[in-house]
């Protein structure tokens, strides 16, 4: 059974850019998490969708969005990137929103 | 009431030793404690997890001690690894009657575990 896959690896960005990113999560869940990991600030939840519905949002800005698609398939975005915003991006995918998730390498984004 | 507090931050044992690693929280909701293991360059995995219905719970060289009263819990590794240097996440999160935690769960700071051959 393939993992959570997580594309691309690594990104370099602008300040002021947007930019998406992509994750499969393991066939047959249909909850998809999103964690945004730094050195100070540690692993920290930004939002979870099921079923292409928005159920759970964590404590960031705007600029954080994301949207899943009906093939569980999830995208997050981040628009008018600034140089706090260079971290892992981390997704997690779970049958329905449970407590066992399972993670993806993550990308790496970092804003110049 | 959200946080969950990890210590020590770094932790270094001999090659056999035991690894102790703790967790204290705040929000008594939560009802779901699993433990991950991180490698450079990689994502958290998923090594082992525990309700507040047991106080214990051991995979291999894993346990899991629970202090309901406390709202402390700890990770052991027996007889440490080389290979189990890594850093070492607690976790947390409240699920619902179904089993659902709307995927958030609250980390802890991380451990970084070394082991000397």
Request: charged share 15%; with cysteine; proline share 5%.
């Amino acid at each position: 059974k393939a993992g959570v896959t997580q594309t691309p690896r690594y990104l370099i960005k602008t300040r002021g850019q947007q930019v998406t990113l992509s994750c499969s999560p393991i066939s047959g869940h249909r909850s998809v998490s999103w964690y945004q990991q730094t050195p100070g600030q540690g692993l920290q939840f930004l939002f979870e969708y099921f079923s292409e519905t928005q159920r759970n949002k964590g404590n960031f800005p705007g600029r954080f969005s994301g949207r899943q698609f009906s093939n569980s398939r999830s995208e997050m975005n981040v628009s008018t990137l600034e140089l706090g915003d260079s971290a892992l991006y981390l997704c997690a995918s779970s049958f329905k929103g449970n407590s066992e998730a399972f993670f993806g390498q993550g990308t790496r984004l970092t804003v110049v | 009431q959200q946080q969950v507090k990890q210590s020590p931050q770094s932790l270094i044992v001999q090659k056999g030793g035991i690894s102790i690693i703790n967790c204290a929280y705040e929000n008594t909701a939560f009802d779901y404690f699993p433990w991950y293991q991180q490698f450079p360059g990689k994502g958290p995995a998923l090594l082992i997890a525990i309700r507040p219905d047991v106080s214990e719970k051991k995979e291999g060289r894993f346990t899991i001690s629970f202090n309901k009263s406390a709202k402390q819990f700890s990770l052991h590794i027996m007889d440490s690894q080389p290979g189990d240097s890594a850093t070492y996440f607690c976790a947390a999160t409240a699920t619902n009657a179904g089993g659902t935690s709307y995927g958030k769960l609250t980390f802890g700071q991380g451990t970084i575990l070394t082991v000397h051959p």
